[in-house]
């Protein structure tokens, strides 16, 4: 299996709440490296597409230097690379300053994936990667296009302040893609208007899968996720617990990196987008209790946490699946009042509510933590 990434990889200035100051690597670094360790002792690949400064490149191949990654196809210029400066208010809240950022992928680079399973596509700043790009994969590749659309509703000024846009020419990009990452706050820049219930975020999952995408994740912090798919021509939308326990928050920067890295692994083995984000939200939360990016766990050790962590959850579904006893694994039908009605084959509906962004029984799944 090969997976291509694309996206810069940052130079993170970092003032922690403590005042403490740290230099690190981020962005895309972060999905490379979980990857690569999923990948280990395989002769599976993820190839690492972005334009790094001369200055940074050094430490960016001996931070990368790994059997499973492939850098050869990385662009290195003079004036290349993204810089960032971040300040944390507290563990959860930042506030980031763009420095520099990187040259935007070039057409003629398209053709460096196209033989990749799966294609993730992370650009931290709206530039980054053209629409024209994900055209072009999508005309070349066969493989699956994930996006985490981060970038794409972030703006900088002239100043290098980042804001929060709504997003341009979304029914183009969703043409080019096949699954969609974001978290709630996004959400709404994406959708183009605020969402204020559960049931809204429910609504525009499920719309953009109707419209031909294979699956829409929408993470909610320490919270939950909403995942909605497709199956057989039915519209399919479900919530998967979030992993809290791995100890103290340490550091949310690169959560939501790692968490695509997840999903997009567990994905191009199983093609389920449900188990996807079982995979995603753990890699989500085992990247906040470490600092930096090389505390990833195993193979062998993510498929032990997995199995702790979310076994009654699984069991749970199992259950769900042979008694219809509870309703975990929902379907959007066309002219109901409440998304959250679920209809099983025996014909009959049932109404679990619809907060299920909280409460014990009623979790969805999220990564803690966002990106820049």
Request: net charge negative.
């Amino acid at each position: 299996m090969k997976v291509g990434i694309v996206g810069p990889i940052s130079k993170d200035h970092v003032t922690l709440p403590t005042g403490d100051k740290v230099e690190k690597y981020g962005a895309v670094a972060y999905s490379v490296l979980a990857l690569a360790k999923l990948f280990e002792g395989t002769k599976d690949e993820v190839v690492c597409l972005s334009h790094i400064s001369l200055a940074d490149a050094p430490s960016i191949y001996a931070l990368l230097n790994d059997p499973n990654i492939i850098l050869s196809h990385m662009h290195v210029g003079r004036k290349e690379g993204t810089e960032i400066q971040l300040t944390y208010i507290n563990s959860q809240e930042r506030v980031s300053q763009q420095i520099r950022s990187m040259s935007p992928i070039a057409l003629k680079e398209v053709k460096l994936l196209a033989d990749c399973q799966c294609i993730l596509l992370m650009p931290l700043n709206e530039t980054d990667i053209p629409l024209a790009c994900a055209k072009e994969w999508r005309r070349v590749s066969h493989g699956t296009i994930f996006l985490d659309v981060h970038g794409l509703v972030t703006g900088v000024t002239k100043e290098g302040k980042r804001f929060n846009k709504y997003w341009e020419n979304p029914k183009e990009w969703l043409g080019c893609i096949d699954i969609l990452k974001m978290n709630a706050k996004e959400a709404q820049w994406v959708a183009g208007h605020e969402m204020g219930h559960y049931k809204e975020y429910v609504e525009y999952a499920t719309s953009v899968v109707k419209e031909g995408l294979t699956a829409c994740w929408i993470t909610f912090g320490d919270q939950s996720s909403l995942v909605a798919w497709k199956r057989d021509e039915r519209i399919l939308w479900a919530n998967v617990p979030v992993v809290r326990d791995f100890g103290p928050v340490v550091d949310t920067t690169g959560c939501g990196d790692s968490a695509s890295a997840g999903f997009v692994y567990s994905y191009a083995k199983i093609k389920n987008p449900l188990l996807g984000v079982i995979l995603g939200n753990t890699f989500g939360s085992l990247k906040a209790s470490f600092q930096g990016l090389n505390g990833f766990p195993s193979q062998p050790e993510v498929r032990g946490i997995v199995h702790q962590h979310y076994r009654d959850y699984l069991h749970n579904l199992l259950d769900d699946f042979l008694s219809k006893s509870q309703v975990m694994i929902h379907e959007s039908k066309e002219g109901t009042e409440d998304e959250s009605f679920v209809f099983h084959p025996d014909g009959h509906w049932y109404d679990n509510g619809t907060n299920h962004a909280s409460g014990s029984n009623r979790q969805g799944t999220s990564t803690p933590g966002s990106r820049h």
